[in-house]
């Protein structure tokens, strides 16, 4: 059943530098339509550049340069015709900290949609409430559109930006470290979102949190020093990996 | 070493002591049946209470494992499969108590030549020798020794599907051996099952060692890829 979903994202002998140091070696890797994926790995071993790889977000570091293909429902990303904003539009991120703009509730949400030049109050009234429902923040915010999104507990911020991420209608969305920086309530909250959001999105994210990729994903890559060792079905690597260097990595025994 | 793997390590300790110390009650319990010796018995019964309670300590070693460390790939298996050896050797000590029950009600001789014929002693021996090795595998690591015990449990099996006839003709041949034959039967059981609960131990191990699940093989064949 698994095995017959659509692959989304699939990456072709991608290889990533900065200036001279080769930060990801070849690497091949399809995630799946409808799932989840978690890339794990030490501090330092290029998950944040390979997830990065997927919109198109290292292009503005300077020293950056990629090899290989990166394609999203089939199409080469890196291909020239291939508009960063439509790309953006279609890729949403999530980052470890919230960052929420210094502006109402409100116009978090839509901020994607207004400099899309969308304007129809109605549907923003409408999207914005779908949204915010969706990251599990209505509830929370509802009497309070209009009031400043500095304002929000982090974990609630954090679901703020999750909303705006999906106002602009992803069907990717991207997460690096997203519960990082919360509490345990916070963190299950932006949990259940993830798994929720699955059943329309496809969703990568990074994270530290071990037993957080247990509960959230579906599939698990783990990378070593910009290498992909192994990926599988997520319970597979959590429970009998095939790998030594993961089996050591993921019960916390080094060398 | 990590606080888990010391944590871990105490475990193995504790399922280790009491694997040798039911190894110890089940050589006693062949002793006091196949003597009849009713202080031997007595014994059993007393240290029954020291197994019990170590049962219970290794459940709740087992708790805080998964509670407070989230063990996962090895680390997982080898705590599940503690817990898993705990309850079976838990069995295997429930046995040689009844087993000493026996002795202390029959009170008095049991005809040795349907001992004899019914091959107790050899049962007794057969399963102290895969308790044993299973021991031996769980000290030293090791996960091919284990499926010896395997084969064991087949020959007690066989012993046991023979004894029937014997005791029906023990007790159409004479009917006052009738209460010595229900107890060597009963005792035959406990064995034969005392062997079912030696392969769980194994098959537990191996599943630690190897990541493999050995039960229920032949229902759910493993893909060939
Ligand atoms: N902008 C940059 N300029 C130069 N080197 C960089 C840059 N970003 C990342 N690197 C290097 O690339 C390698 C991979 O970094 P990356 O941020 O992808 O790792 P990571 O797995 O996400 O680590 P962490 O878990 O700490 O976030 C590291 O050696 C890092 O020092
Ligand atoms: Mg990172």
């Not at chain 1, 799932?35 to 950056?64: E, H, Q, W």
């Not at chain 1, 959230?216 to 020093?225: G, I, P, Q, Y």
């Not at chain 2, 990590?2 to 390590?9: F, R, S, V, W």
């Not at chain 2, 537990?204 to 759910?220: A, N, P, Q, S, T």
Request: glycine fraction near 4%.
């Amino acid at each position: 059943m698994e095995e017959s979903k659509k692959i989304t994202i699939e990456t072709k002998k991608i290889s990533a530098y900065y200036g001279d140091k080769k930060v990801l070696h070849d690497i091949d890797l399809q995630m799946l339509e409808n799932s989840v994926t978690a890339f794990i790995g030490p501090s330092g071993c290029g998950k944040s550049t390979f997830l990065r790889l997927i919109n198109r977000m290292n292009d503005y570091i300077d020293i950056f340069r990629k090899e290989g293909d990166v394609f999203i429902n089939g199409e080469d990303i890196y291909k020239k015709k291939v508009r960063i904003e439509e790309l953006r539009k279609q890729v949403g991120m999530v980052f470890q900290k919230p960052n929420p703009f210094p502006k109402s509730i409100y116009e978090n949400v839509i901020y994607g949609l207004r400099i899309q030049g969308m304007n129809n109050k109605n549907m923003l009234n409408e999207i914005v409430e779908k949204t915010l429902k969706q990251a599990a923040l209505w509830d929370e915010v509802k009497d309070d559109l209009k009031k400043s999104a500095l304002g929000l507990s982090g974990g609630q911020q954090q679901r703020l930006c999750i909303a705006r991420t999906l106002a602009v209608s992803p069907s990717i969305i991207l997460m690096d470290e997203p519960a990082s920086a919360l509490d345990p309530i916070s963190t299950a909250k932006i949990e259940e979102l993830i798994y929720n959001l699955k059943k329309e999105y496809t969703i990568v994210i990074v994270t530290h949190n071990m037993h957080q990729a247990g509960r959230v994903s579906d599939k698990t890559a783990f990378f070593l020093s910009g290498e992909l060792v192994e990926y599988d079905d997520t319970n597979t690597i959590f429970t009998s990996p095939k790998d030594e260097r993961t089996e050591n990595y993921i019960t916390g025994k080094f060398g | 070493m990590t606080n888990l793997q010391k944590e871990l390590k105490v475990l193995k300790e504790s399922v280790l002591e009491m694997l040798k110390l039911v190894l110890k009650q089940l050589d006693k319990a062949s002793e006091a049946f196949l003597n009849m010796d009713d202080a031997l018995a007595e014994e059993i019964i007393h240290t029954e209470k020291r197994v019990n309670a170590m049962e219970l300590t290794i459940d709740k070693q087992c708790e805080n494992v998964f509670a407070l460390f989230n063990p996962v790939a090895s680390d997982l298996r080898f705590t599940i499969s503690m817990l898993k050896m705990n309850s079976d050797i838990e069995r295997i000590g429930d046995y040689a108590d009844g087993i000493a029950d026996y002795v202390v009600a029959l009170n008095g001789p049991i005809d040795a030549k349907a001992v004899k014929d019914a091959r107790l002693a050899e049962m007794f021996e057969i399963a102290y020798h895969m308790l044993d090795v299973v021991i031996v595998s769980f000290e030293s690591d090791n996960a091919v020794l284990p499926r010896q015990v395997f084969k064991k449990d087949k020959q007690l099996n066989e012993i046991n599907k023979a004894s029937s006839t014997l005791i029906e003709k023990m007790v159409l041949d004479d009917t006052q051996k009738t209460r010595e034959a229900l107890y060597l039967f009963s005792t035959i059981k406990k064995v034969e099952r005392i062997g079912d609960h030696i392969k769980n131990i194994a098959e537990d191990w191996i599943f630690y060692m190897d990541g493999e699940v050995l039960k229920h093989r032949k229902k759910v064949p493993k893909s060939t890829d």
